[in-house]
């Protein structure tokens, strides 16, 4: 079954204090993972997508890794602004409704 | 440009009464989506629309859910009759491609199901 797993929930960080989110996943061949970040009261935003093991992607104080199981989006020195729900998404490559989203990580950074 | 727009941006029915949301692309942009999201199953995609024509509805929930596009600049989404389980935020998209990628999401219509 495709799915897709992020953690943790919820992450509070101080302002400069680096961390990884996580993004498991299950799907029968990958087109593509995809994160967005979405404020609250609004529609996600989208920032990078993956779409072959060992690639990365940046942004800013972002990075996007992925490996066969999983992706990472590493911040770097987050500032209280990137505050936000970070999604995950992964489409396979057939099959009708092939798009499939975590649940998110609501990430605080403190200043 | 405005973005995507969407109204009403909250609503609040009682159960068994007909819903409309509704729904402005950007304009130039050949492809909209209907999301919906919730806490406990996140973001799922409901149906998409090319050109005005519905594309692939293999997302929406059961037959009391129906969108239309009449035109490149509206579509509407209704569901009738709500039922509380259809509590949620939806969201909608537009595109210029049906790349996830490329699309811009519009600030959703949060309904309240009673």
């Known amino acids: 079954e495709d799915q897709v797993t992020q953690s943790p929930e919820a992450l509070r960080l101080q302002e400069g204090e680096s961390s990884s989110l996580n993004c498991s996943y299950t799907?029968?061949?990958?087109?593509?993972l995809f994160w967005y970040r979405q404020d609250p009261g609004k529609g996600p935003e989208f920032l990078f997508t993956?779409?072959?093991a060992g690639e990365e992607k940046e942004k800013e104080r972002l990075k996007a890794t992925l490996t066969k199981k999983e992706s990472f989006l590493h911040i770097t020195a987050p500032k209280p602004e990137d505050s936000a729900t970070y999604l995950c998404?992964?489409?396979?490559?057939?099959?009708?409704?092939?798009?499939?989203f975590g649940t998110g990580t609501r990430l605080t950074v403190i200043p | 440009d405005a973005g995507v727009i969407q109204s009403p941006r909250h609503e609040v029915t009682e159960m068994g009464q007909e819903v409309t949301l509704r729904c402005k692309p950007i304009?130039?942009?050949?492809?909209l989506f209907w999301y919906r999201q919730t806490m406990m199953r996140g973001l799922e995609l409901l149906i998409y629309?090319?050109?005005?024509?519905?594309?692939?509805d293999s997302g929406m929930p059961e037959d009391r859910f129906s969108a239309k596009m009449p035109n490149a600049s509206f579509s509407n989404l209704k569901i009738q009759p709500s039922e509380p389980r259809d509590s949620a935020v939806y969201f909608c998209?537009?595109?210029?491609?049906?790349?996830?990628?490329?699309?811009?999401f519009g600030p959703g219509t949060r309904l309240l199901v009673l």
């Open positions: 993956l779409y072959s």
């Open positions: 998209a537009s595109s210029l491609s049906n790349l996830q990628e490329t699309q811009y």
């Open positions: 799907v029968s061949g990958l087109r593509g």
């Open positions: 629309f090319n050109n005005n024509v519905p594309i692939d």
């Open positions: 998404a992964v489409q396979a490559l057939t099959g009708a409704n092939n798009l499939f």
């Open positions: 304009s130039g942009h050949d492809y």
